[in-house]
T-cell receptor
Framework: DVKVTQSSRYLVKRTGEKVFLECVQD?????MFWYRQDPGLGLRLIYF???????EKGDIPEGYSVSREKKERFSLILESASTNQTSMYLC???????????FGPGTRLTVT | GEDVEQSLFLSVREGDSSVINCTYT??????LYWYKQEPGAGLQLLTY?????DMKQDQRLTVLLNKKDKHLSLRIADTQTGDSAIYFC??????????FGGGTRLMVKP
């Protein structure tokens, strides 16, 4: 079974703090994704990565950056957290040629 | 980019059938998916349909695809309380990326 883990289930940060969200997968998948989930808006793609040290902007990259130094780990960084970044963040992974994205359990981030 | 739309809420009685609808704009999506999210959990792939199919059945789940109207539906037969969750439809786009609808919250009343 593919396992996708995220470093925290719940996180509370203050406005202006730098925030790191970590995602780790154990199936050697090339492709990893970060989404945010907001009620009524579904999941929106923030950033994705096809390989180590590669990153591409998704649909809503503003205010975020990412890091992929190792194949199994994809980090989402909020350089200066703002209240409008309060959301559920979901990591996903897929191997090339497959049809199924595997999701982590999510991190619920609250910025106060 | 693609738009995927779903109604926000559906309520049914236990034992009835549930039908969750989805419309999409990008006819080039090769796969269309249904994901389920239970409270406090990530997304779980329920089923998918390839764009050249009209229907797919998998136990209690039936997916119907109307390519002309760009309409996708998920029917759950004999709905149980354990089916209460948020259901997302999604369309595949280039690079293994998905575009998700806003999610339909299904509430099953005993």
């Amino acid at each position: 079974d593919v396992k996708v883990t995220q470093s925290s289930r719940y996180l509370v940060k203050r406005t202006g703090e730098k925030v790191f969200l970590e995602c780790v997968q154990d199936m050697d998948h090339e492709n990893m994704f970060w989404y945010r989930q907001d009620p009524g808006l579904g999941l929106r793609l923030i950033y994705f990565s096809y390989d180590v040290k590669m990153k591409e902007k998704g649909d809503i990259p503003e205010g975020y950056s990412v890091s992929r130094e190792k194949k199994e780990r994809f980090s989402l960084i909020l350089e200066s957290a703002s209240t409008n970044q309060t959301s559920m963040y979901l990591c996903a992974t897929i191997t090339g040629g497959s049809y199924e994205q595997y999701f982590g359990p999510g991190t619920r981030l609250t910025v106060t | 980019g693609e738009d995927v739309e779903q109604s926000l809420f559906l309520s049914v009685r236990e034992g009835d059938s549930s039908v969750i609808n989805c419309t999409y704009t990008d006819s080039s999506s090769t796969y269309l998916y249904w994901y389920k999210q239970e409270p406090g959990a990530g997304l779980q792939l329920l089923t998918y349909i390839f764009s050249n199919m009209d229907m797919k059945q998998d136990q209690r789940l039936t997916v119907l695809l109307n390519k002309k109207d760009k309409h996708l539906s998920l029917r759950i037969a004999d709905t149980q309380t354990g089916d209460s969750a948020i259901y997302f439809c999604a369309g595949a786009r280039a690079g293994n990326m998905l575009t998700f609808g806003g999610g339909t919250r299904l509430m099953v009343k005993p």
